[in-house]
């Protein structure tokens, strides 16, 4: 009898038979499913893990390739960080080390090095292992002031070339950095550059020589020269009065000559007889019709490569002789240009190219177009391009996401619409919709969907919304708009994931097929005005869309589905918000007749219901009476939050900071807690569906201009359940969650990039049980904590109030109890200097005595001192108050430069905000002023520092 053993390279498992590895073999292809549904999962790292970019910087492209003998990845930059992207495994690494969007990069000549450098405040500058993906060295603003304009290695890899600017941006210094000195965390040489017209656009130091360097202004070609046995730092300048602006300089293999590309198509030769002597204009030679934007040399510095912004590649020699070129690749300007290593194809005794043997002459390279492409070109016989990397060539104005599918749709201000299979990170279909372009679509991606069969509901189905106050049904001729004027700005899906409807900047509002995103039935025009739509909302039932306007007004579309023709009719729009509305939403109503209902939220701090059953013909008519949620703030944005007895709320962000919870049917203000504060207020929130990785941890997602977090619930005023990082240094246009919860997606305003980030509650948990739990997190939000003479004199005022209560001059026997009524709380918390208005008093009187409601079905009639920290933590001023916001009070109040008369101050203070009575007014001004006689007394004109100093005796 023999054994037959057989080894798997997988398990690395010897087997004692066929029989058993067979079986191994079945129970392993049970878990296939399991790992194609992970593609994209990464270890988790922090609660928001950056794991996928879809596009690049594309207005200033930083693209390098890192290929060599053992690997074929380049790397990109992508707002603030630098993506490395290898297409063989189909994986990215994210370099995170930037605050601002990235400025500079470069790779070293091995391309094992690879360095990123930003611009404003808190710049750095970093140096990167491209094989471990690793920082090794990392200069902060201390180095390089207030950021980077280009860098470059030195041909040995040894030094770094870096221009930085000042913190004013008026002046230039060229830096030098021994970054393999770990000990050196400043620059070893610099100098500031005098007499040069612009910034430096490009730093390129010579091959042979890392202490010969030339650097390129529109109007300069500078010559620097240093050395390490001394401190001289040298440097001389050479003007360019030709047509045109410089664009890049590079030296070519003698030292002797070097040559500048430009915007007008001429290439132009500097040359110096010497080492000693110094370099001047030679000739400029026309090679093309268009701007020269990228000049590199070949790594064997053969041969001069040009991108041009008619999408050519050309080729020269030494002499600016034209040896070869490659046609238009197809997506626009080349923006940069970066060699490979020498391959084997490539024979080092070339030293003549023709167009014939241009692709044999040189390695493979990558490149970046304006077009939003970064391209790979495989050399050989002839070129064989490939794209790597799709971006907008525009800055993103809105995101959305399939409701069951992992579909993610990006639209940008060029009007370019891509629909991106997110599990693959395959882009499946691009389309122009403002230039009606048919789409290109993946057929593959058509096979994967789940759209087999024909629906009986119309898709693709088309309205043109253009707004005008009021709203009617008039069709009227219009003149037909600009490419620019028209764009997409908001999208949403459809329910059943079958239609995706877009809004653009001109009013027009279009249903597509979220397939093919074309149209079915012809385009029908309804006259509104004109008017930009910011927000859309898909009603759950399928039959409404609802739009914010950038006119302040809510407008409603309604499908009628007897009409194959004109499916969808506009039923009109109103003005429902003072100063419009910040979100607009559908949720479930079981007992309307739509089975929904929309709803909206404002500047002016209502929630406004609109009467989905009476609105008719051009008119959209809202639920008297309309809510009112805040007086002081304003909510930006909504969803439902249920809390762990399941009781349903409206959860909103403020203006100030604040998460706010109210009851969904008596609109009653629950709970006030103390928000994320990382930079501005929350714009977004998004509840985000629990996933089977989640373990049980509920978040909630936010965003606010530039950041991106999560909450972990439940939510009780404790900042260590917050957690934020930044998504896009420019601005978030949108962001959304996928259908699962797995992902949240994130579009960049101004680079066109959208950033997948994989939600990771259970390490956001395990960091927030290392925290201050319980009471404990919420005095550490209290100045000095727990054992803090704030807290020290809560404590004195508590008491003081029970003494007050039975009487100051009792000669009774105290009695000192953990408690005090309700009705105390508003003095204990004026006594520590917070001064909540009459209607916070409410709020917080009625957020006491529901506390407990849903467990005990009992009201509280006292409170302890624990909960009055706990309301002081949450319902004072966030970031506190200053005299520049008394200021802002007094601008925004007298229309005379912010001074008011004694009778407009009175006035303003029984009309207006928390309005006092005329007894109230005249008792207050006369315990202030210590004087009865109240009109004497106030100074005749008052602004923001009389009435700090004066009259309330502040110091200012």
């Given at each position: 009898?023999?054994?037959?053993?057989?080894?798997?390279?997988?398990?690395?498992?010897?087997?004692?038979?066929?029989?058993?590895?067979?079986?191994?073999?079945?129970?392993?292809?049970?878990?296939?499913?399991?790992?194609?549904?992970?593609?994209?999962?990464?270890?988790?790292?922090?609660?928001?893990?950056?794991?996928?970019?879809?596009?690049?910087?594309?207005?200033?492209?930083?693209?390098?390739?890192?290929?060599?003998?053992?690997?074929?990845?380049?790397?990109?930059?992508?707002?603030?960080?630098?993506?490395?992207?290898?297409?063989?495994?189909?994986?990215?690494?994210?370099?995170?080390?930037?605050?601002?969007?990235?400025?500079?990069?470069?790779?070293?000549?091995?391309?094992?090095?690879?360095?990123?450098?930003?611009?404003?405040?808190?710049?750095?500058?970093?140096?990167?292992?491209?094989?471990?993906?690793?920082?090794?060295?990392?200069?902060?603003?201390?180095?390089?002031?207030?950021?980077?304009?280009?860098?470059?290695?030195?041909?040995?890899?040894?030094?770094?070339?870096?221009?930085?600017?000042?913190?004013?941006?008026?002046?230039?210094?060229?830096?030098?950095?021994?970054?393999?000195?770990?000990?050196?965390?400043?620059?070893?040489?610099?100098?500031?550059?005098?007499?040069?017209?612009?910034?430096?656009?490009?730093?390129?130091?010579?091959?042979?020589?890392?202490?010969?360097?030339?650097?390129?202004?529109?109007?300069?070609?500078?010559?620097?020269?240093?050395?390490?046995?001394?401190?001289?730092?040298?440097?001389?300048?050479?003007?360019?009065?030709?047509?045109?602006?410089?664009?890049?300089?590079?030296?070519?293999?003698?030292?002797?000559?070097?040559?500048?590309?430009?915007?007008?198509?001429?290439?132009?030769?500097?040359?110096?007889?010497?080492?000693?002597?110094?370099?001047?204009?030679?000739?400029?030679?026309?090679?093309?019709?268009?701007?020269?934007?990228?000049?590199?040399?070949?790594?064997?510095?053969?041969?001069?490569?040009?991108?041009?912004?008619?999408?050519?590649?050309?080729?020269?020699?030494?002499?600016?002789?034209?040896?070869?070129?490659?046609?238009?690749?197809?997506?626009?300007?080349?923006?940069?240009?970066?060699?490979?290593?020498?391959?084997?194809?490539?024979?080092?005794?070339?030293?003549?190219?023709?167009?014939?043997?241009?692709?044999?002459?040189?390695?493979?390279?990558?490149?970046?177009?304006?077009?939003?492409?970064?391209?790979?070109?495989?050399?050989?016989?002839?070129?064989?391009?490939?794209?790597?990397?799709?971006?907008?060539?525009?800055?993103?104005?809105?995101?959305?996401?399939?409701?069951?599918?992992?579909?993610?749709?990006?639209?940008?201000?060029?009007?370019?619409?891509?629909?991106?299979?997110?599990?693959?990170?395959?882009?499946?279909?691009?389309?122009?919709?403002?230039?009606?372009?048919?789409?290109?679509?993946?057929?593959?991606?058509?096979?994967?969907?789940?759209?087999?069969?024909?629906?009986?509901?119309?898709?693709?189905?088309?309205?043109?919304?253009?707004?005008?106050?009021?709203?009617?049904?008039?069709?009227?001729?219009?003149?037909?708009?600009?490419?620019?004027?028209?764009?997409?700005?908001?999208?949403?899906?459809?329910?059943?994931?079958?239609?995706?409807?877009?809004?653009?900047?001109?009013?027009?509002?279009?249903?597509?097929?979220?397939?093919?995103?074309?149209?079915?039935?012809?385009?029908?025009?309804?006259?509104?005005?004109?008017?930009?739509?910011?927000?859309?909302?898909?009603?759950?039932?399928?039959?409404?869309?609802?739009?914010?306007?950038?006119?302040?007004?809510?407008?409603?579309?309604?499908?009628?589905?007897?009409?194959?023709?004109?499916?969808?009719?506009?039923?009109?729009?109103n003005r429902s918000h003072a100063g419009g509305a910040t979100h607009i939403f559908f949720e479930e109503d079981n007992e309307s007749e739509h089975k929904?209902?929309?709803?909206?939220?404002?500047?002016?701090?209502?929630?406004?219901?609109?009467?989905?059953?009476?609105?008719?013909?051009?008119?959209?008519?809202?639920?008297?009476?309309?809510?009112?949620?805040?007086?002081?703030?304003?909510?930006?944005?909504?969803?439902?939050?249920?809390?762990?007895?399941?009781?349903?709320?409206?959860?909103?962000?403020?203006?100030?900071?604040?998460?706010?919870?109210?009851?969904?049917?008596?609109?009653?203000?629950?709970?006030?807690?103390?928000?994320?504060?990382?930079?501005?207020?929350?714009?977004?929130?998004?509840?985000?569906?629990?996933?089977?990785?989640?373990?049980?941890?509920?978040?909630?997602?936010?965003?606010?201009?530039?950041?991106?977090?999560?909450?972990?619930?439940?939510?009780?005023?404790?900042?260590?359940?917050?957690?934020?990082?930044?998504?896009?240094?420019?601005?978030?246009?949108?962001?959304?969650?996928?259908?699962?919860?797995?992902?949240?997606?994130?579009?960049?305003?101004?680079?066109?990039?959208?950033?997948?980030?994989?939600?990771?509650?259970?390490?956001?948990?395990?960091?927030?049980?290392?925290?201050?739990?319980?009471?404990?997190?919420?005095?550490?939000?209290?100045?000095?904590?727990?054992?803090?003479?704030?807290?020290?004199?809560?404590?004195?005022?508590?008491?003081?109030?029970?003494?007050?209560?039975?009487?100051?001059?009792?000669?009774?026997?105290?009695?000192?109890?953990?408690?005090?009524?309700?009705?105390?709380?508003?003095?204990?918390?004026?006594?520590?200097?917070?001064?909540?208005?009459?209607?916070?008093?409410?709020?917080?009187?009625?957020?006491?005595?529901?506390?407990?409601?849903?467990?005990?079905?009992?009201?509280?009639?006292?409170?302890?001192?624990?909960?009055?920290?706990?309301?002081?933590?949450?319902?004072?001023?966030?970031?506190?108050?200053?005299?520049?916001?008394?200021?802002?009070?007094?601008?925004?109040?007298?229309?005379?430069?912010?001074?008011?008369?004694?009778?407009?101050?009175?006035?303003?203070?029984?009309?207006?905000?928390?309005?006092?009575?005329?007894?109230?007014?005249?008792?207050?001004?006369?315990?202030?002023?210590?004087?009865?006689?109240?009109?004497?007394?106030?100074?005749?004109?008052?602004?923001?520092?009389?009435?700090?100093?004066?009259?309330?005796?502040?110091?200012?």
């Amino acid at each position: 009898t023999t054994t037959t053993t057989t080894t798997t390279a997988t398990t690395g498992t010897d087997y004692e038979d066929e029989e058993d590895y067979e079986k191994e073999k079945e129970f392993l292809s049970k878990f296939t499913p399991i790992a194609e549904a992970h593609k994209r999962y990464t270890v988790p790292k922090s609660g928001l893990d950056l794991v996928w970019s879809f596009g690049f910087n594309v207005g200033s492209p930083h693209v390098h390739t890192l290929e060599d003998d053992r690997r074929s990845e380049i790397v990109f930059a992508s707002g603030h960080t630098s993506i490395v992207h290898s297409e063989r495994d189909h994986t990215q690494h994210v370099l995170k080390g930037h605050r601002n969007t990235i400025t500079c990069s470069s790779v070293s000549a091995d391309k094992k090095w690879y360095v990123s450098g930003d611009q404003g405040e808190d710049a750095c500058l970093v140096v990167w292992d491209t094989h471990t993906y690793t920082p090794v060295q990392t200069y902060f603003s201390d180095a390089v002031e207030f950021g980077c304009g280009c860098a470059s290695f030195t041909s040995d890899s040894m030094f770094l070339i870096v221009s930085a600017f000042s913190s004013d941006s008026l002046t230039t210094r060229i830096l030098v950095f021994d970054w393999t000195d770990v000990h050196a965390h400043k620059p070893i040489r610099s100098v500031t550059l005098q007499g040069v017209s612009s910034p430096i656009k490009t730093i390129s130091p010579h091959k042979e020589n890392p202490f010969f360097i030339v650097a390129t202004s529109e109007k300069e070609a500078v010559f620097l020269e240093w050395s390490l046995d001394n401190k001289d730092f040298s440097y001389y300048t050479v003007d360019y009065t030709k047509k045109g602006n410089l664009t890049e300089t590079v030296f070519l293999n003698d030292m002797n000559v070097c040559v500048s590309g430009t915007t007008s198509g001429l290439l132009v030769l500097w040359r110096r007889e010497s080492i000693e002597s110094m370099f001047k204009y030679e000739k400029a030679v026309a090679v093309c019709d268009c701007a020269i934007d990228v000049v590199v040399l070949t790594p064997d510095s053969k041969f001069l490569v040009c991108g041009c912004s008619d999408g050519h590649i050309r080729c020269f020699d030494e002499s600016c002789k034209a040896l070869g070129w490659s046609e238009n690749i197809g997506f626009g300007a080349v923006t940069a240009i970066s060699f490979g290593a020498t391959h084997d194809h490539v024979d080092p005794n070339t030293t003549y190219i023709t167009p014939d043997s241009f692709a044999e002459a040189i390695p493979n390279f990558v490149v970046a177009t304006k077009g939003g492409a970064i391209i790979n070109a495989t050399t050989g016989m002839e070129f064989d391009y490939e794209v790597r990397v799709r971006a907008h060539c525009g800055g993103l104005t809105c995101i959305a996401v399939h409701p069951k599918d992992h579909v993610v749709v990006s639209c940008s201000t060029t009007g370019e619409v891509q629909v991106w299979r997110s599990e693959e990170a395959a882009l499946v279909a691009s389309q122009n919709i403002s230039q009606k372009k048919k789409a290109v679509v993946d057929p593959v991606f058509a096979a994967m969907t789940m759209k087999a069969t024909k629906h009986a509901q119309p898709k693709n189905l088309h309205a043109t919304l253009k707004g005008r106050n009021g709203g009617t049904n008039d069709k009227k001729p219009q003149k037909k708009k600009s490419i620019e004027e028209h764009y997409p700005t908001s999208t949403c899906f459809s329910p059943d994931g079958d239609t995706i409807v877009f809004g653009f900047s001109d009013g027009t509002i279009e249903f597509r097929d979220s397939l093919s995103l074309e149209l079915v039935t012809d385009t029908s025009e309804l006259d509104v005005g004109d008017c930009g739509i910011v927000e859309l909302s898909f009603a759950p039932t399928g039959e409404f869309v609802a739009g914010r306007t950038t006119d302040n007004t809510v407008c409603l579309f309604k499908i009628d589905v007897s009409d194959f023709e004109t499916p969808w009719e506009y039923i009109g729009r109103n003005r429902s918000h003072a100063g419009g509305a910040t979100h607009i939403f559908f949720e479930e109503d079981n007992e309307s007749e739509h089975k929904c209902r929309l709803c909206s939220i404002g500047k002016d701090g209502m929630l406004v219901h609109y009467d989905l059953n009476s609105s008719f013909d051009t008119q959209l008519l809202i639920k008297t009476p309309r809510v009112c949620l805040e007086s002081m703030a304003y909510p930006l944005g909504c969803i439902t939050y249920k809390n762990d007895s399941d009781e349903e709320f409206y959860l909103t962000t403020n203006s100030e900071y604040k998460f706010r919870l109210y009851n969904k049917e008596t609109y009653m203000c629950r709970q006030t807690m103390i928000g994320p504060t990382y930079g501005d207020p929350i714009r977004v929130l998004r509840s985000v569906p629990l996933h089977v990785d989640h373990l049980g941890k509920r978040v909630i997602a936010f965003a606010n201009t530039d950041k991106v977090g999560l909450c972990l619930c439940p939510l009780d005023g404790s900042t260590y359940k917050y957690t934020a990082y930044v998504a896009h240094p420019d601005k978030i246009s949108d962001m959304c969650v996928s259908h699962d919860g797995r992902y949240l997606f994130t579009g960049g305003a101004e680079q066109g990039a959208v950033h997948m980030w994989q939600i990771n509650p259970t390490v956001l948990a395990a960091a927030e049980r290392t925290s201050p739990q319980g009471m404990d997190a919420i005095y550490a939000q209290v100045e000095g904590g727990r054992e803090g003479e704030l807290v020290n004199d809560l404590k004195e005022y508590f008491y003081f109030s029970q003494i007050k209560r039975q009487g100051l001059m009792s000669m009774a026997p105290r009695k000192a109890t953990d408690t005090i009524p309700v009705e105390d709380i508003a003095d204990v918390l004026r006594s520590i200097g917070y001064f909540p208005t009459e209607q916070e008093i409410v709020e917080i009187k009625n957020e006491i005595k529901f506390q407990d409601y849903s467990e005990t079905n009992e009201l509280k009639d006292t409170v302890t001192l624990d909960d009055i920290v706990r309301v002081f933590v949450n319902h004072r001023p966030a970031l506190g108050l200053s005299p520049s916001d008394l200021e802002e009070a007094f601008n925004n109040t007298a229309t005379d430069g912010g001074v008011l008369t004694s009778a407009d101050l009175c006035f303003v203070l029984q009309e207006y905000g928390d309005a006092f009575t005329e007894d109230e007014l005249a008792s207050c001004l006369a315990s202030l002023l210590g004087t009865s006689d109240i009109d004497s007394a106030l100074p005749e004109m008052i602004n923001a520092d009389v009435f700090a100093e004066e009259l309330v005796g502040f110091e200012v």
